[in-house]
């Protein structure tokens, strides 16, 4: 086995999956409330040397994304650690930091998907409905104002790094990060809720190109590497010929 080969050869396949996750990245860099991943490298040896690098695991970074203003009657953000739980229509639960929810005709929270929130009733003649920092929902009725129709909690987890991505901005729980601890909004080391807000991409074009100026450069350096062994081979094979 050529080692040198090899070690470039490694290399380059390592940066090919460190552009694929980047290219990741960029597609989502509008969603709301997406989370960017990155890539982690271990070192390959046969167990006295190096011989290369490989890709070990991509991670999600669940640094705050900007908080802007939303255009939706019931659009919500998480300032900080936590995760909205919601119930989807097959009954499974997920955790997401996507807040746009819409009032169903049954007085629950939804988002797009018909995701439900869970802990909030709204009734028919509810009007000026608010959340407040702490998650506690309020509005008026017919027959009296500031009524409480809910509370929102948050769900936080012991390693939310070890969250399983299920595609999108939504996550499910693993053994890895534990169960999912609902606590109150601003409590306990949770984060609190922004109403009428709305969490953008954590992910920034101008950081993602850097990385991908990287990732190309050390392409390049890699296959030359490539190149340059595969020559020094076919002149040692011919040096064995004659």
Same mark, same amino acid.
């Given at each position: 086995?050529?080692?040198?080969?090899?070690?470039?050869?490694?290399?380059? /396949?390592?940066?090919?999956?460190?552009?694929? +996750? %980047?290219?990741?990245?960029?597609?989502?860099?509008?969603? #709301?409330?997406?989370?960017?991943? /990155?890539?982690?490298?271990?070192? =390959?040896?046969?167990?006295?040397?190096?011989?290369?690098? !490989?890709? &070990?695991?991509?991670?999600?970074?669940?640094?705050?994304?900007? =908080?802007?203003?939303?255009?939706?009657?019931?659009?919500?953000?998480?300032?900080?650690?936590?995760?909205?739980? +919601?119930?989807?229509?097959?009954?499974? @639960?997920?955790?997401?930091?996507?807040?746009?929810?819409? &009032?169903?005709?049954?007085?629950?929270?939804?988002?797009?998907?018909?995701?439900?929130?869970?802990?909030?009733? =709204?009734?028919?003649?509810?009007?000026?409905?608010?959340?407040?920092?702490?998650?506690?929902?309020?509005?008026?009725?017919?027959?009296?104002?500031?009524?409480?129709?809910?509370? %929102?909690? =948050?769900?936080?987890?012991?390693?939310?790094?070890?969250? &399983?991505?299920?595609?999108?901005?939504?996550?499910?729980? !693993?053994?890895?990060?534990?169960?999912?601890?609902?606590?109150?909004?601003?409590?306990?080391?949770?984060? @609190?809720?922004?109403?009428?807000?709305?969490?953008?991409?954590? #992910?920034?074009?101008? @950081?993602?190109?850097?990385?991908?100026?990287?990732?190309?450069?050390?392409?390049?350096?890699?296959?030359?590497?490539?190149?340059?062994?595969?020559?020094?081979?076919?002149?040692?094979?011919?040096?064995?010929?004659?």
């Amino acid at each position: 086995m050529n080692k040198a080969m090899y070690a470039a050869a490694s290399g380059m /396949a390592a940066e090919q999956a460190k552009l694929d +996750v %980047i290219a990741g990245n960029l597609a989502n860099s509008d969603a #709301v409330a997406f989370k960017g991943s /990155a890539m982690e490298f271990a070192e =390959l040896t046969d167990g006295s040397q190096a011989l290369g690098t !490989t890709p &070990r695991s991509s991670y999600i970074r669940f640094d705050q994304g900007k =908080l802007v203003k939303g255009g939706g009657p019931f659009d919500l953000a998480i300032e900080g650690t936590g995760f909205f739980t +919601v119930r989807r229509p097959d009954g499974e @639960t997920v955790y997401t930091r996507d807040g746009r929810f819409e &009032r169903a005709s049954d007085g629950s929270l939804r988002s797009a998907d018909g995701d439900t929130l869970p802990g909030v009733k =709204l009734p028919a003649d509810a009007s000026n409905v608010g959340v407040a920092a702490n998650g506690t929902v309020t509005g008026d009725t017919g027959k009296r104002k500031g009524e409480t129709f809910g509370h %929102i909690a =948050l769900a936080l987890f012991a390693a939310p790094d070890a969250l &399983r991505s299920l595609g999108g901005t939504a996550f499910a729980a !693993t053994q890895a990060s534990g169960p999912a601890k609902m606590t109150p909004a601003g409590a306990h080391g949770a984060g @609190t809720l922004a109403f009428g807000m709305l969490e953008k991409s954590n #992910v920034s074009i101008m @950081t993602e190109m850097m990385e991908i100026l990287g990732a190309q450069r050390a392409f390049e350096a890699n296959s030359k590497g490539v190149q340059a062994a595969d020559e020094m081979q076919r002149i040692a094979n011919n040096i064995n010929r004659s």
